[in-house]
């Protein structure tokens, strides 16, 4: 069997074995052409442009590449660098947010009650797509990425416990909460 063949036939989690056994870059350049895209696309719904994109998804290949190691096996391992993805991108956004502590957008406060609200799934699913985006640049980056994890990405309650390291009810309270903050927020503004 040739290099090739034995790369393409070993599942993500073989290939983050022999990586982090052998520090072959083959294995880990099979990763990056398995999920670059994937990455890259999660990276440009945080960035401003498709060249901050890149950089993103650069920075986080070659800190995925150190921090291999911490990779479990406790959720699969596109669920593990989805997460691992949301984190960084969440941390640069925050950063840049800190630079920018005087832009117009309104925070929300972590105090107020109305977070544990209840919140139907139809009512997520009727938000205006436009005002649901500038919510997500506004509610905790924590929230925004448990959020898309589950939503976007369709990641189960089970996986996201794991992948937390936190119980399944801790998970859906999490949820609540997330969902809540994008409602309050959602009507804050107008």
């Known amino acids: 069997m040739n290099t090739a063949d034995l790369l393409e036939s070993l599942s ?7 990586v982090v056994k052998d520090n072959n870059p083959y294995f880990f350049g099979e990763l990056y052409d398995r999920y670059a895209r994937i990455v890259y ?5 945080f960035s401003k442009s498709e ?5 993103l998804t650069q920075d986080i290949f070659l800190l995925l590449f150190v921090k291999l190691r911490t990779f479990k096996g ?5 669920t593990w660098l989805y997460s691992f993805t949301y984190n960084f991108c969440a941390n640069h956004v925050n950063r840049n947010r800190e630079r ?4 117009k957008a309104k925070t929300i406060d972590e105090s107020e009650d109305a977070y544990l609200i209840h919140v139907p799934e139809e009512t997520m699913l ?8 500038k919510v997500l640049e506004i509610i905790p980056a924590d929230d925004k990425s448990l959020l898309l994890l589950k939503y976007q990405d369709e990641v189960p309650v089970r996986e996201l416990a794991a ?6 009810s801790a998970v859906k309270m999490r949820l609540k909460r997330a969902k809540s903050k994008v ?4 009507n804050k503004i107008g």
């Not at 406790?74 to 596109?78: D, E, G, I, N, T």
């Not at 009727?126 to 985006?133: A, G, M, Y």
């Not at 992948?163 to 399944?168: A, G, I, K, R, T």
Request: charged share 45%.
């Open 183 to 186: 409602i309050v927020a959602y």
């Open 100 to 103: 920018k502590i005087q832009d």
């Open 41 to 45: 696309n999660k990276c440009f719904g």
């Open 126 to 133: 009727r938000l205006k797509v436009s005002k649901l985006k």
């Open 51 to 55: 060249d901050e994109a890149k950089d």
């Open 74 to 78: 406790k959720s699969k391992f596109s």
């Open 163 to 168: 992948l937390f390291d936190v119980s399944e």
């Open 12 to 18: 993500d989690e073989e290939l983050v074995e022999r």
